[in-house]
């Protein structure tokens, strides 16, 4: 893999295209060493102040009222998903206006980390049409060994949401599983990435990543950017919170990073 740390950031036309064709890209361009570790350590005081909520999963660290985990948040979430550089790169993806509606620490547990199950993003998240470029930025490397993030290529390319079927499990981090007859795991590439790398996905990639039985945890800090030619329906979304259970859309806070509210439907007052 050609990692370099540029001076220069977005992405190269090839990674456009790769983005475009197989649903996900690796960037070449990588976290400064100095943001890299500030992140780190940022994660270090989240798990020590939110010993309760468990690693595997934890919703909008940069929401500072909690959520229906109750995550003592922090502002410093919210830099981090503001990095010039990765709005950058999602602007030459979801265009330039577009807004950041939701973040999570997948903070997989050396040992103990939970399976995420094979799903498409798009399943859970109120957004019309349904759009989202994801930033996975690797706080820990992340390799098949400590259960790093494994894609179907090309599988977002029919845009359509397939079938998934809820389950309630402890073992697993989300609780929508798409159905096997779905995708054929063997077309599966993992993606591997040493801390500081980022990957880009599609609201529509098919995607899970396997539990961490190693001995080296593998934490990501993942951001969601839409495009605002779309909705964040908080009503709707708050009829998907009943559904699933899991996450607290109906107050959710959208904060506009890029251009303006194209659709002129996104409330920017809620949750704020
Ligand atoms: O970090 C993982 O293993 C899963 C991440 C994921 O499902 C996502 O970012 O959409």
Same mark, same amino acid.
């Given at each position: 893999?050609?990692?370099?740390? /540029?001076?220069?950031?977005?992405?190269?036309?090839?990674?456009?295209?790769?983005?475009?064709?197989?649903?996900?890209?690796?960037?070449?361009?990588?976290?400064?060493?100095?943001?890299?570790?500030?992140?780190?350590?940022? /994660?270090?005081?989240?798990?020590?102040?939110?010993?309760?909520?468990?690693?595997?999963?934890?919703?909008?660290?940069?929401?500072?009222?909690?959520?229906? %985990?109750?995550?003592?948040?922090?502002?410093?979430?919210?830099?981090?998903?503001?990095?010039?550089?990765?709005?950058?790169?999602?602007?030459?993806?979801?265009?330039?206006?577009?807004?950041?509606?939701?973040?999570?620490?997948?903070?997989?547990?050396?040992?103990?980390?939970?399976?995420?199950?094979?799903?498409?993003?798009?399943?859970?998240?109120?957004?019309?049409?349904?759009?989202?470029?994801?930033?996975?930025?690797?706080?820990?490397?992340?390799?098949?060994?400590?259960?790093?993030?494994?894609?179907?290529?090309?599988?977002?390319? %029919?845009?359509?949401?397939?079938?998934?079927?809820?389950?309630?499990?402890?073992?697993?981090?989300?609780?929508?599983? /798409?159905?096997?007859?779905?995708?054929?795991?063997?077309?599966?590439?993992?993606?591997?990435?040493?801390?500081?790398?980022?990957?880009?996905?599609?609201?529509?990639?098919?995607?899970?990543?396997?539990?961490?039985?190693?001995?080296?945890?593998?934490?990501?800090?993942?951001?969601?950017?839409?495009?605002?030619?779309?909705?964040?329906?908080?009503?709707?979304?708050?009829?998907?919170?009943?559904?699933?259970?899991?996450?607290?859309?109906?107050?959710?806070?959208?904060?506009?990073?890029?251009?303006?509210?194209?659709?002129?439907?996104?409330?920017?007052?809620?949750?704020?």
């Amino acid at each position: 893999m050609n990692v370099q740390s /540029l001076a220069s950031h977005g992405l190269s036309d090839d990674e456009v295209a790769h983005y475009h064709e197989h649903g996900y890209v690796i960037p070449r361009w990588r976290l400064p060493a100095d943001r890299l570790e500030r992140m780190r350590a940022d /994660l270090d005081t989240l798990l020590a102040s939110n010993a309760a909520v468990g690693s595997d999963s934890m919703f909008c660290p940069h929401i500072t009222g909690g959520g229906t %985990q109750g995550l003592k948040g922090s502002n410093i979430w919210l830099e981090h998903a503001s990095i010039p550089e990765i709005l950058d790169s999602v602007g030459q993806l979801a265009g330039s206006d577009f807004l950041l509606w939701g973040t999570t620490v997948f903070g997989k547990p050396a040992g103990t980390g939970k399976r995420v199950p094979w799903h498409q993003d798009g399943e859970y998240w109120p957004i019309r049409p349904l759009a989202t470029c994801s930033a996975w930025i690797a706080l820990d490397d992340a390799t098949p060994e400590n259960g790093c993030l494994r894609v179907i290529p090309g599988s977002h390319k %029919q845009r359509r949401l397939r079938a998934h079927t809820r389950k309630d499990s402890p073992d697993l981090v989300l609780n929508q599983e /798409l159905n096997a007859e779905e995708f054929n795991e063997a077309d599966a590439v993992d993606i591997v990435l040493e801390a500081g790398q980022i990957s880009l996905h599609d609201v529509y990639l098919v995607h899970g990543s396997e539990p961490n039985r190693s001995d080296k945890r593998r934490a990501g800090y993942v951001c969601r950017y839409m495009p605002t030619t779309s909705h964040f329906d908080h009503a709707y979304g708050a009829e998907l919170q009943k559904r699933s259970g899991q996450v607290d859309f109906a107050n959710r806070a959208l904060w506009l990073m890029r251009g303006r509210d194209v659709c002129g439907l996104n409330d920017f007052q809620i949750g704020h």
